[in-house]
Each structure stands twice: as structure tokens, then as C-alpha cells.
């Protein structure tokens, strides 16, 4: 089984939209995959959402999955190697609303017994309106959307 086989699906229609920081604002960084990277690309994500003025239920839902699909990269992407992660957060670039992609260059993890963590991956799929994972010999990916309004 490949790496790509492995990769769980996530909940809900896949995420096949791109964020555009560029012009509308947003955020694009690439960091070493390391835990303090988490706090820091939360930071960003924050400032930004504040200043987009995006709502309050939206803006807590996008910054608890950064948080979680940047802690898996970290955590488990990358544990005994170098490698970074790339977060990119901006307006939709095919119509209003948020995306979000998060990306390493790590090797894919198939999960194991979760016990009392492991749920993050869930947490993705239930709280962007739309997500999609993508893992292969580059790394993993994780795109989620949250169309404006009614929009999917």
C-alpha cells in the first residue's frame, strides 16, 4: 500500500480551491517543522483573520484545524529529520469565503491506536466545510475551505 492509500478521507466534498494571500491579504510562510512553529503560524493566522474581519465561529474553526494540521506535521511528519511546513491562508480564489493549505515535505504517517489523541485529522474533516488531504513522496497536504455563506 502507498503512502497515498493510506491517507485517510476526510468528511464532507474535497477542497478544490485554492487560497490567494496575494492582493486580499492572507498569509504565506514556510518554516521548520518544529514545535514552536505551531504557536507562531497560530499568530499569524489570528492577525490576519482579525483584520479580514472574518466571523467569529468561522475564524475559531480555521485556527483550531491550522493548529491541528500544523501539530501533525510537526509531530508526526517529521519526527526524526528535518523538514518544514508551508501554511498559506487567504481569501478563495474561486469565490468569497476562506482557504487554507497546509503542507510538509515530511513522510505520510498511517495512523495507528489513537487512544487519547488522534483525533485531529476528524476534527478537519467535521470543522472546514470542505478538506482534502493529499500524501505522496513530496509530502502532505492539507487543503480546507469555508465558502462564504451558503456557496459550496
Known amino acids: 500500500m502507498t503512502a497515498a492509500e493510506d491517507a485517510p478521507r476526510t468528511e464532507g466534498p474535497a477542497c478544490v480551491c485554492w487560497p490567494e494571500p ?31 474581519e472574518v466571523d467569529e465561529e468561522t475564524a475559531e474553526s480555521i485556527l483550531l484545524v491550522v493548529d491541528e494540521a500544523v501539530t501533525n506535521a510537526v509531530e508526526h511528519a517529521c519526527p526524526d529529520w528535518d523538514c518544514s511546513v508551508e501554511l498559506v491562508a487567504g481569501p478563495r480564489a474561486c469565490g468569497g469565503g476562506v482557504a487554507v493549505l497546509v503542507a510538509d515535505d515530511g513522510v505520510w504517517q498511517p495512523r495507528g491506536d489513537p487512544g487519547f489523541r488522534g ?24 487543503r480546507m475551505c469555508w465558502p462564504a455563506g451558503s456557496d459550496d
Open 22 to 52: 496575494r492582493g486580499g491579504g492572507g498569509v504565506r510562510e514556510r518554516r521548520e517543522a518544529a514545535p514552536d512553529t505551531v504557536r507562531a503560524l497560530r499568530r499569524q493566522v489570528r492577525s490576519w483573520l482579525d483584520a479580514a
Open 119 to 142: 483525533r485531529g485529522i476528524d476534527l478537519i474533516g467535521r470543522l472546514a466545510r470542505r478538506s482534502t488531504i493529499e500524501t505522496g513522496d513530496d509530502g502532505t497536504t492539507v
